[in-house]
């Protein structure tokens, strides 16, 4: 199992900056591929940005060069730094780890910019 723990959530303005963490019970150098979706009501859940073996990062048609990942595998922590937020990156962000045992989700964060 992998469990998956997020932070740095919470109401921001837009224009605004947030950065998500996401704490991983496994080593982050060991998975196949870590990162961030997210899901606004009534929408699917989408890409945010992954990294992979290899330090192969994809990022979201969206993000437009605003959002950035890294992972720190001394601390087994993913971040995203969310810069110039917009009233509809509003959404729960949920952080994804593909690993040999499986596919694991954490529990959410919610992130809402207010305009």
């Known amino acids: 199992q992998v469990q998956l723990v997020e932070s740095g959530g919470g109401l921001v303005q837009a224009g605004g900056s947030l950065r998500l963490s996401c704490a991983a019970s496994?080593?982050?150098?060991?998975?196949?591929?870590i990162g961030w979706y997210r899901q606004a009501p009534g929408k699917q859940r989408e890409l945010v940005a992954t990294?992979?073996?290899?330090?192969?990062?994809n990022y979201g048609d969206f993000v437009k060069g605003r959002f950035t990942i890294s992972r720190d595998n001394a601390k087994n922590t993913v971040y995203l730094q969310m810069n110039s937020l917009k009233p509809e990156d509003t959404a729960v962000y949920y952080c994804?780890?593909?690993?040999?045992?499986?596919?694991?989700w954490g529990q959410g964060i919610q992130v809402t910019v207010s305009s």
């Open positions: 990294i992979a073996i290899g330090d192969s990062i």
């Open positions: 496994r080593s982050t150098s060991s998975m196949i591929a």
């Open positions: 994804s780890a593909r690993h040999l045992l499986g596919n694991f």
